[in-house]
């Protein structure tokens, strides 16, 4: 069953800062590494969606790379805002399992003014 | 406006009293599914839909049942909730081909079963 672990579990940082939010999985056949923002009480908003043959993608002030070979991905934020301030969880589509979706347990962000 | 949306977005009950939580879309998306999300578990597929009659368990259906007899709705369905199903649930949907497509999720619906 495919794990998906998210380090640090949380994270503080001053206003500014540039900053790395890491996610491993343990198997590597994923169609795809999705990452979201979770505002406290809310749902989940997607960010970015990379691809199973893609290294990276960019949104903004987000970059999200994958290396799928070693099971990890990252999510770069650069100059952070206390808009920031959120959970960002990562989730992989196995391929083998077809349609199920595996969520990592988040990393809490506070950025502070 | 595209969306996914759930009702009720909060609701109590008691042990035993048979519930249904709505979840409907708007952007024609063939795969839906149910996830619920509690403290230190992160979230975890209960249920998901590939179309219309077509429903797989996820991680943990125990408990649960769904329907899909509309492409647009797919709602969850707790026969008789017991209070370790107190939690915070999402719908999501999306395209069908998994490899191209993110998933859109709902607002949420947070449940306590006392």
């Known amino acids: 069953k495919q794990e998906v672990t998210q380090i640090p579990a949380a994270l503080s940082v001053p206003e500014g800062e540039n900053l790395v939010l890491n996610c491993s999985f343990t198997d590597s056949a994923i169609y795809n590494l999705q990452w979201f923002r979770q505002d406290p009480g809310k749902g989940l908003t997607s960010l970015l969606l990379?691809?199973?043959?893609?290294r990276e993608q960019t949104s903004g002030r987000l970059n999200a790379s994958l290396d799928k070979s070693s099971g990890r991905s990252t999510l770069y934020i650069a100059a952070s805002q206390p808009g920031d301030s959120a959970t960002y969880l990562c989730?992989?589509?196995?391929?083998?399992?077809?349609?199920?979706?595996?969520f990592g347990t988040g990393t809490s962000l506070t950025v502070i003014p | 406006e595209a969306q996914v949306t759930q009702n009720p977005r909060y609701l109590i009950t008691v042990t035993g009293k048979k519930l249904t939580v709505t979840c409907s879309q708007n952007?024609?998306?063939?795969?839906m599914s149910w996830y619920r999300q509690d403290p230190g578990l992160g979230l975890r597929q209960i249920y998901y839909s590939m179309n219309v009659e077509v429903t797989d368990k996820g991680d943990v259906p125990e408990g649960y049942k769904v329907s899909r007899k509309e492409k647009r709705n797919f709602p969850l369905i707790l026969e008789s909730p017991s209070p370790n199903q107190t939690s915070l649930y999402f719908c999501?949907?999306?395209?069908?081909?998994?490899?191209?497509?993110?998933?859109?999720f709902g607002p949420g619906t947070r449940l306590t079963v006392l």
């Open positions: 999501a949907s999306r395209r069908r081909e998994a490899y191209l497509y993110e998933q859109f």
């Open positions: 989730a992989v589509s196995p391929t083998h399992t077809g349609n199920q979706f595996y």
């Open positions: 952007m024609n998306h063939e795969y």
């Open positions: 990379i691809q199973s043959s893609q």
